[in-house]
């Protein structure tokens, strides 16, 4: 059962090619369930689209819904299509994202953490000028949100949890923020939810994948669970290290992966 939960196509601007592209992608390489999950449009702000290269218009959201709905139905004999959305995590506006999401039908909620104190996590800048002890408490605050996010309950899937490294490679050697590594980790098992193993660290100064094998075994350590996604911007990375990531699971002693469907959890042998 091959399943990637984690693509995006070009209505948020900076990916390539229509939702249908990357349902055909699946299906050429193999898969039996593709999740779409586009960046969510911004819910607080006052304008339409205030961001056309990173996120669709909040106008748009609507239509998003229904072509993979239509498209789901369109291709059932041939793979399961799931709806899903990256959902930016704005911890003082999560009331507002959960009313947003509340009418549709999803399969899963992927919620990522893109911003913290209002930066970008891939901000290379971010980093300038801070001494040892401003980094960590960078790293910490990151860590924290990403607890919270899992705690919000209205995500089914916690998106690159050190994301934060994918500008900064130096950011996984910043010590000091293991017990809050930790506190993320316990909350996605004590709310029965999962992290990705998100393999577009290629794409970015990083290479690899997130989060990285010792946050991996800290998760299997807690038990909480881990789950799938290329995060492919382009048809062709659909599934992207697929097999190596399975591989790579069940070296680190993990037994299952899961994938989400109505919200509900469907498990997978490794
Ligand atoms: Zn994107
Ligand atoms: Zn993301």
Known sequence: MKFDLHTHHDRCGHASDKIKDYIEAAIQAGFQVIGISDHSPYFAHELDQPQPGIAMARS???????????????????????????????????????????????????????????????????????DDAEQLDEKKHYYELIRDSANSGLFQILGHIDAMKGYYPGFADIRGAESEIDEALKAV?????????????????CGGWYPSDAILERALHFGADVTFGSDAHVPSRVGDDWELVRKRLREIGFSRWVFFRQKRKVIVPL
Request: aromatic share 14%; glycine share 6%.
């Open 60 to 130: 748009d959201f609507p239509n998003y819904i229904a072509e993979v709905l239509r498209l789901k139905e369109q291709y059932q004999d041939r793979i399961e299509v799931l709806l899903g959305v990256e959902s930016d995590f704005y911890i003082d506006q999560i009331e507002l994202y959960r009313s947003s999401y509340e009418p549709y039908p999803f399969d899963y909620i992927i919620g990522s953490v893109h911003q913290t104190r209002g930066v970008s996590i891939f901000n290379r800048t971010r980093w300038k000028g801070k």
């Open 189 to 205: 098992a004590a709310n029965d939810i999962s992290i990705e193993i998100n393999t577009s660290g290629g794409t970015k100064d």
